[in-house]
């Protein structure tokens, strides 16, 4: 019987051990988002494929589509990206766990593909604050495609035009006007300006007050905690030396 290949683009986010002798792969792909495959044989030594899945980086992928699973017939690492220390390897999960736990399966998405393939290999390598500037951004810009944007500009109540202070509520995704509400968690004026620089998806060069950006990772930290209604063990294990 001849399958169908299906072929993609794909970074591995994440393994765990599936039956003898094979493993299921959770794949971010340039195709099909987020999809699971299972390898077989990838645990016998000199595998082909074993080495091709192990690495981080871009893999070329073909598989075929089972009754109950997708399964790697073939891998092929394009575009390695090298962790050099435990700074990028927390970094790298965080964004897998993003991933992992926050996006639908097998749901095609251009725009989360180029986010990863941009932000990974820009934060491996680079001092820790870059790190917390590209999680940042990854992780607004996340929540834009998956319906909870960060809302900026205007109160989320009244409408009025927003100025200092910045007083987030967490249940309008937005901030609220003094006339509207006293309270709610409050960003400086840096971290705010950051925050709308970071929601724009056409950001070239990021450029950040080390303040304002630790007080902004901060602030994802509990807007991620509040969205997804789960905590994100990662996230805090990267701190500034
Ligand atoms: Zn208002």
Redesign the pocket.
């Known amino acids: 019987m001849n399958e169908k290949q299906f072929k993609t683009r794909a970074i591995v986010i994440g393994k765990r051990n599936w039956r003898a002798e094979a493993l299921l792969f959770s794949l971010y792909t340039d195709s099909y988002g987020l999809i699971e495959v299972v390898a077989e044989g990838v645990l016998k030594i000199q595998s082909k494929l074993a080495g091709h899945l192990s690495s981080l980086g871009i893999v070329e992928v073909d598989f075929v589509q089972g009754k109950a699973f997708k399964k790697l017939t073939h891998a092929y690492l394009v575009e390695p990206y090298e962790i050099k220390d435990e700074a990028d390897y927390t970094f790298v999960n965080i964004i897998f766990e993003l991933l992992n736990k926050a996006m639908p399966a097998e749901e095609k998405n251009e725009f989360v593909w180029r986010l990863l393939t941009r932000v990974l290999p820009r934060g491996l390598g680079s001092a820790i604050e870059q790190k917390k500037l590209l999680l940042n951004m990854f992780a607004l810009q996340l929540t834009q495609v998956l319906g909870y944007e960060v809302k900026t500009g205007n109160?989320?109540?009244?409408?009025?035009e927003l100025s200092a202070p910045y007083q987030f509520k967490f249940e309008e995704h937005g901030f609220?006007?003094?006339?509207?509400?006293k309270g709610g968690h409050v960003l400086s004026q840096n971290a705010y300006e950051l925050l709308i620089a970071l929601n724009k998806k056409d950001l070239q060069d990021l450029q950040a007050r080390k303040e304002a950006n630790e007080e902004l990772y901060r602030f994802v930290e509990r807007y991620l905690n509040y969205v997804f209604e789960r905590k994100w063990g990662s996230w805090e294990m990267l701190n500034s030396e």
């Not at 109160?155 to 009025?160: D, L, S």
């Open positions: 109160c989320a109540r009244c409408g009025k609220v006007c003094l006339s509207c509400e």
